[in-house]
């Protein structure tokens, strides 16, 4: 919606600034979005007067001029014809910049003669094309800024064009008069009110206009117009087409211009026919059959589809409703009889007929958002005398058919309520003050809308439209008051800080965090489990997101597969969210997912690089649990999910309960997603891990002893199918209070074990530190824990301590 700061004061009686304007505007949420002002870029050219003119010595065309200005007298090379003595001129000063010209002045030497500035003419300044002078004023003193000479004198010339972007709920602010409304409601001065002529019809219109009754109830409820005789069409004055130029549009003639003048003042888009054209005397407004051909002003033909609003006359149709009229009932300077038509149009029909069509206007965007029904005659009144005044002409009576619609609501207004909602303490009178300001109508407690204002449509918007014009920029930040005295209680819940403590990990191990969709197609799904009705969704995005994802494995094995297929051969990458067994609420749980393919490191002539393997994935599980507090003494057993490797992998757990599974992609779902291992994985399952049976939000005490610690090892012979970890723990329960940890660190296997050990046979190796707390271990201390050890691991095991 663009305008200028003189016809927003045609409609709004103030003082405000510019500037002041603006900032209320953007304020009230008619965002600014830009202003263009004359005067800013003529603000540093000052008016002066020539004093002396003589021919330039050494060039023909070149006149040398004594002018006296604010700053004394100078001298100046002028090349104008008009330069000589006694004229009042613009002078554009060394350092002033020339827009018309692109340049910033200096003091130079024209043939050997130096010119301290320069006299513009009209096409420097960017005020017209006129550049065979310069500027000759007929008033003005030395030193005068120009741009006061011409807001006193040319005022069309410096006034500031504002374009403001108008939301789809505000169709009242796109005409200056509910632009100047708002602007009044805030206290930016008085609206104006306008007052709608009493127009004597002389005659009947020739012109009857009549409504299918098929669109009486949607589509066009009301249609009026008026015939007028006698027209003179022609150029419009120059301070109408000076404000349509400013906004952007091309001046065509009186009456067309007259037209596109309601449309951006008053939010009345209307249409003129050239009433010779109308064929069989009347206008029928009518959907259409679909096929016809329309030739619009804008020079193109459309075929119109079934069902789209149409203004027909004998021979065809002549405009397509609300949106654009035609060319063969288009006004032309010899018209001398016009019919002027105002009618209200259904705003979805006008949409749906706009996008079908891709015809964009100005009327087309008002009325699909919404012009005021009840502004219908008024509208047609006020255009009729505005012809009357530049056109001459005789009107006739009016020809219309339907009824303005009724569109009267009332809404409560709580004062109590809005002060609440805004948190602003709003008196009761100023609110209704402003409603009113607004045009809204008070009747006790209950307020009804104006008819131009379709968007206000329940208690909230009394609410916003109060808050909009107090402006929430006074709103003062308050902290909210808490609920209970003293420190306040936790918000995260204990799995809430769970699932943060598990991406804050996983993200310190190195893993790239990914948000995968939470749907997955139907046959990775039931690879992993899924894929059964109970979890298909029932209007899925696409064909690949037909199921609810069982585990978030199938999500990162995707993301690998598209990342080498790019080149990325070597990923890190992990998820944590939630994982579903059914389609009820319940029926899903939270996973910290990792997933490793390629290598463990880039490539180095250090050797560090190998192929990530399943005690990668292990360490990586092992360190999430123990972020999330997992005991440290756990159990690891092999029965594993069918997409895992099956002796490549396990199940960390506390008895039946499952707290992890790690280990390698089974080589068919590697080949099913595409991807090249190895690909190992861990998935830890956040809400199957013991809670700490003591709550308290502080870590508990620090326990260190004084005392040496000791450390042993021991070798044992066991078979090849022993598991290191059966020998740990049994270690471990050896002495629970003196051994701190235990830990393997060798493993003899292969071809030269069995050929020492016997066949079938390995060697564990373990060490066992030991931390006295009560006093120094003596050897015999040591020997007896060493004797229960190798007794807890030979039983476990059924090895033997290798000699």
């Not at 919606?1 to 009230?28: G, N, R, V």
């Not at 050997?112 to 513009?120: D, P, R």
């Not at 120009?146 to 504002?162: C, E, H, K, Q, S």
């Not at 057993?637 to 490549?648: E, I, L, M, Q, Y």
């Amino acid at each position: 919606m663009k305008f200028t700061l003189s016809w927003l004061k045609d409609h709004l009686d103030t003082q405000a600034t510019l500037d002041e304007i603006l900032y209320a505007l953007t304020d009230l949420g008619l965002e600014v979005e830009e202003v263009v002002n004359p005067a800013a870029r003529l603000s540093s050219f000052t008016l002066a007067k020539v004093l002396h003119a003589e021919q330039h010595p050494d060039a023909d065309r070149l006149r040398v001029c004594r002018v006296m200005t604010d700053e004394g007298e100078k001298q100046i090379v002028c090349g104008a014809p008009n330069a000589r003595a006694g004229i009042t001129v613009v002078l554009c000063k060394p350092g002033d910049y020339v827009p018309g010209i692109d340049t910033t002045l200096g003091v130079g030497k024209i043939r050997g003669v130096e010119s301290h500035g320069m006299m513009a003419s009209e096409r420097e300044l960017e005020l017209s094309d006129e550049h065979n002078g310069i500027i000759e004023l007929p008033s003005g003193e030395v030193g005068q800024k120009f741009v006061d000479w011409l807001a006193a004198n040319r005022p069309g010339t410096v006034d500031p064009m504002i374009h403001i972007k108008i939301t789809p709920n505000r169709p009242d602010a796109l005409g200056v008069h509910g632009v100047a409304r708002d602007l009044a409601a805030r206290g930016l001065g008085t609206l104006k009110t306008l007052a709608t002529p009493a127009i004597n019809g002389q005659f009947d219109s020739p012109i009857r206009v009549e409504i299918d009754p098929a669109l009486k109830e949607k589509g066009c409820p009301h249609f009026a117009g008026r015939l007028i005789r006698g027209v003179k069409n022609g150029p419009s004055p120059d301070w109408l087409q000076q404000r349509l130029k400013a906004i952007g549009l091309r001046p065509i003639s009186t009456l067309v211009d007259i037209t596109n003048y309601f449309t951006f003042g008053l939010n009345r888009p209307l249409h003129v026919f050239d009433a010779a054209k109308v064929q069989g005397g009347t206008l029928r407004i009518h959907p259409t059959k679909g096929g016809e051909e329309f030739l619009a002003l804008d020079g193109k033909t459309y075929s119109l589809r079934e069902g789209m609003m149409a203004i027909s006359d004998e021979a065809g149709v002549e405009s397509l409703a609300g949106i654009m009229g035609g060319e063969v009932s288009g006004c032309t300077e010899d018209t001398t009889d016009v019919f002027l038509e105002s009618a209200y149009w259904d705003p979805i029909t006008i949409a749906t007929t706009g996008r079908a069509l891709k015809i964009n206007s100005d009327a087309r965007y008002r009325f699909e958002r919404g012009v005021d029904p009840a502004f219908t005659l008024p509208g047609l009144d006020m255009a009729t005398q505005m012809v009357l005044d530049l056109c001459g002409g005789t009107p006739s009576h009016i020809a219309q058919d339907g009824a303005p619609i009724d569109v009267t609501r009332a809404y409560k207004l709580n004062p109590a309520r809005v002060i609440s909602l805004v948190g602003m303490d709003i008196p009761e009178a100023e609110q209704r003050a402003t409603l009113t300001a607004l045009g809204f109508t008070l009747n006790g407690d209950m307020a009804t809308p104006p008819t131009w204002r379709p968007d206000v449509l329940g208690e909230a918007d009394l609410v916003e439209e109060v808050a909009r014009v107090a402006s929430l920029t006074k709103l003062v930040g308050k902290p909210l008051t808490r609920g209970t005295a003293g420190v306040p209680k936790p918000i995260l819940t204990p799995l809430q800080q769970r699932e943060k403590a598990a991406r804050r990990t996983i993200a310190a191990l190195g893993y790239n965090e990914c948000v995968t969709y939470s749907f997955i197609d139907e046959v990775a799904a039931k690879l992993f489990g899924g894929g059964t009705d109970a979890v298909r969704v029932e209007n899925p995005i696409s064909s690949e997101m037909t199921h609810l994802r069982p585990d978030l494995l199938p999500g990162l094995l995707r993301a690998a597969s598209r990342n080498q297929a790019r080149g990325f051969m070597d990923l890190s990458l992990a998820e944590i969210g939630p994982a579903f067994s059914g389609g009820e609420p319940g029926e899903q749980h939270l996973q910290a997912t990792g997933l490793l393919v390629g290598a463990s490191a880039p490539r180095d002539p250090y050797g560090s690089r190998r192929p990530v393997d399943v005690f990668d994935a292990k360490a990586d599980a092992e360190a999430v649990l123990a972020a999330l507090g997992a005991p440290a003494r756990v159990q690891i057993t092999r029965k594993v999910a069918d997409w895992w490797h099956p002796g490549r992998s396990g199940v960390i757990g506390l008895g039946p309960n499952v707290m992890a599974t790690f280990g390698e992609v089974h080589p068919k779902i590697l080949r099913e997603f595409d991807i090249k291992g190895p690909a190992v994985a861990f998935t830890v399952l956040v809400a199957n891990i013991p809670y700490p049976k003591v709550k308290t939000p502080t870590r508990p005490a620090l326990t260190i002893s004084d005392l040496q610690a000791v450390e042993r090892d021991f070798a044992f012979v066991v078979d090849k199918g022993v598991e290191a970890l059966t020998a740990v723990n049994a270690a471990q329960g050896a002495d629970k209070a003196l051994i701190e940890s235990v830990r393997i660190f060798d493993q003899f296997t292969g071809e030269k074990a069995e050929a020492q050990m016997g066949a079938g046979k390995k060697s564990i190796a373990l060490t066992v530190r030991l931390q006295p707390t009560a006093g120094t271990l003596t050897e015999k201390d040591i020997e007896a824990v060493s004797a229960k050890i190798i007794e807890k691991v030979s039983k476990a095991t059924g090895g033997t301590l290798r000699g």
